[in-house]
């Protein structure tokens, strides 16, 4: 049984500044799953697809929906799509999790990853089970990833990769601080431009100009025809 609803909410909600886009997409997606928020006036539909139906408790204000491998459930609007095997709302604690195969894709940013929990309330983001985070010129990879809107920080763990621009790089732990436009790698982190690559304990990526800062000590081979892009 499929249960498919349609729902409009409040346009101020969608308006609201964004950290990363991805973290308060999720939170409109989550508002959308409730079908007391919002009201018909000047708010974009939100359509939801359950192939195999729903749990609703109105006492308890909690909302769950159920897919399966190959037919997820299915959030969006005009502007996002939200898929996983499960997703649940509490909106009495402020959270929502999808599980299984979950898929953001919203303005500039696809966000998959095994499970998602966010907690609307402390305006928080928890990414587990692998995940792949792509936005503009970055794409990031790893086991675990967190945000925060108020902290303004992103932070990825376990088996991190990275690609922004013409360079690559590993890392054992990522951390993304919106306010100064850096990302701090540590954990044996090394960067890659063409056949070139350096290798230090800590490195700094300048997102703005590419450059990057690496603290020792420094293992590293350049070639001549990948000199444009260097470490300091």
Do not use: C
Not at 72 to 80: F, G, K, N, S
Not at 162 to 182: I, N, P, Q, S, T
């Amino acid at each position: 049984m499929v249960t498919r609803r349609l729902l409009t909410i409040k346009t101020a909600l969608k308006r609201r500044p964004v950290y990363l886009s991805g973290l308060l997409l999720l939170a409109l997606a989550a508002a959308a799953l409730s079908p007391a928020v919002g009201s018909a006036e000047g708010g974009p539909e939100v359509e939801i697809i359950a192939p195999e139906g729903s749990d609703i408790d109105l006492k308890e204000e909690s909302f769950s929906y159920f897919g399966r491998a190959g037919q997820p459930v299915i959030a969006r609007t005009q502007e996002l799509s939200l898929t996983a095997r499960r997703i649940d709302y509490n909106r009495k604690e402020q959270e929502l999790s999808a599980r299984g195969d979950v898929v953001l894709i919203g303005e500039e940013i696809k966000l998959q990853a095994g499970e998602v929990l966010v907690d609307l309330e402390e305006e928080s983001l928890i990414a587990t089970g692998g995940f792949t985070l792509t936005r503009g010129e970055m794409e990031l990879a790893g086991r675990v990833l967190t945000a925060s809107r108020p902290e303004g920080v992103l932070t990825a763990t376990e088996e991190v990769k990275w690609h922004f621009r013409d360079l690559r790089g590993e890392a054992e732990e990522l951390v993304y601080r919106e306010d100064e436009g850096k990302v701090y790698l540590s954990g044996s982190p090394v960067a890659y431009w063409g056949e070139s690559y350096m290798e230090g304990t800590k490195m700094v990526l300048h997102l703005e100009t590419g450059r990057i800062i690496i603290t020792g000590p420094v293992k590293s081979k350049v070639q001549p025809q990948g000199g444009e892009t260097g470490g300091d």
